[in-house]
């Protein structure tokens, strides 16, 4: 059994993730030198604060990391990753992008990217389950959409 550690009051540490969506691509960010997984591509978002809801903390956290504001949408999944320094339950949403420039701050750069092909980047490892779950739904909305194609 791996042991998961905990913030300094033993608590799993609530973060979010950011799955935004745009011409058929989305968008992943890159930790810069310097930060903790400096060089991993993410999903952007951050930690939730004591009395924010995730919703909150992903407009709050897109604005201060990229300078963008989101809509956030539909949730996605949560998932419990064990860093050695940390352990971290990661709730993703799908949101779309409605203003802003975007301005690094934890990261160096983003990338667009075909969701078919994001196993090509070195993904954090919590953000990996993320990945898997946007390529499960997109193979079961090929599904369905070849089910009613077939019965249509």
């Not at 300078?67 to 050695?84: C, R, W």
């Amino acid at each position: 059994m791996v042991k998961q550690r905990t913030d300094r009051d033993n608590r799993i540490v609530g973060v979010t993730a950011a799955v935004i969506v745009r011409d058929g691509k989305i968008l992943i960010a890159r930790r810069k030198p310097g930060k903790k997984r400096a060089g991993f591509w993410e999903f952007p978002g951050g930690k939730i604060r004591d009395g924010e809801s995730p919703e909150e903390c992903l407009r709050r956290e897109l604005l201060e990391e990229l300078n963008i504001q989101v809509a956030v949408k539909t949730f996605l999944g949560s998932f419990v990753h064990s860093y050695p320094d940390i352990t971290v339950e990661l709730k993703a949403y799908l949101c779309t992008w409605t203003d802003g420039e975007i301005t690094f701050r934890d990261h160096d750069s983003i990338k667009w990217v075909n969701p078919k092909k994001i196993a090509r980047f070195r993904l954090s490892p919590a953000d990996i389950p993320i990945a898997d779950r946007i390529l499960t739904l997109l193979e079961e909305n090929f599904e369905d959409d070849n089910h009613e194609n077939r019965n249509g």
